[in-house]
């Protein structure tokens, strides 16, 4: 049984991101994020954070849903769950790309889920009257113990708990790493690691963060598992079997005024269909060398994938 420490999760800051278009004939210009200011009421509004894999993931169901009939409008860079929940409350928005385990823990700090299924559960129950969840996709952006391939490999590292053969180690991470559950007091809790210096890096798992785990200043680092440099730094994420981390999974949250099944199995599809692997690149597109616009990263995975009619 989890303790009451274990279940306190806070959530964790993101890069902020600018305002991305979504193409396509709906009811007001696409191009217009603030939109939604003379929003028809037929309309179901799409909304996202303010960092562009939300934004991406905002236009993903927007365009997928416009392309099943549905009016779609969108309202893009909203901010924290502070700024979207009060807006699917009163119906300023009415869909948002939410995440698992932040949306279960912004509503009970207190809850011990921390798997999919478990959080997933958990949410059914806990999210308010007015609002409905939809399937989970496999895809996740959580927090994540990271190493290098090349360490990796010296060392036989697959899982958090391997990290005893390379004790003493320095660890990389935001500063409330130091004290938050799944950070310092977790991995000694749960998997017995004691002997970490804790570099302090202010940029959550961002590029400060990479090079100095590329440069051997500190040999583990709390990276997120959608970011592009797993990739193109040949970062090994560790497995985490003691669930110290708790579930993250991408999921449709939708004002329940527009719940449809016809809506619920457009998204559900792309639930289905998303992996972390694929937002890894749709977020190297548009955050990387090529600054795609997220819209069309977003046409291009739905095509790719046959989501569309």
Known sequence: ??????????????????????????????????????????????????????????????????DAGFEVETKFNLGPRQTTIPALEDGSISLMPEYNGNLLFFYDTENEARTTADV????????????????????????????????????????????????????????????????????????????????????????????????????????????????AKNLVVLDDPENLIAAQNIVPLLNSNIYSDELADVLNRISAALTTEDLIALRDRVEGAEKAQAATAAMDWLTDKGLLG
Do not use: H, W
């Open 120 to 231: 997933d559960s958990a949410l059914e129950t806990t999210v308010p009257d007015g609002f409905r969840v939809l399937d989970s996709s496999p895809a996740e952006d959580k927090d994540a113990y990271v190493v290098t391939q090349e360490l990796a490999d010296a060392e036989g590292l697959v899982s958090i708990g391997d990290l005893k053969k390379i004790e003493p180690f320095s660890l990389g991470a935001s500063p409330q790493i130091a004290e938050l559950p799944y950070g310092i007091p977790g991995l000694e809790e749960f998997y017995g690691l004691e002997s970490i210096t804790f570099v302090p890096i202010e940029d959550f798992g961002g590029p400060d963060t990479v090079k100095a785990l590329v440069d051997d200043a500190v040999q583990v680092a709390d990276i997120f598992t959608t970011s592009p440099d797993l990739v």
């Open 1 to 66: 049984m989890f303790t009451m420490k274990r279940s306190r999760i806070a959530i964790a800051a993101v890069a902020t991101g600018a305002v991305v278009a979504l193409t396509g004939c709906a009811t007001s210009d696409p191009t217009d994020s603030s939109a939604g200011d003379s929003t028809d009421a037929s309309a179901i509004v799409v909304g996202s954070f303010a960092y562009p894999e939300s934004e991406i993931l905002g236009n993903i169901y927007a365009l997928a849903l416009e």
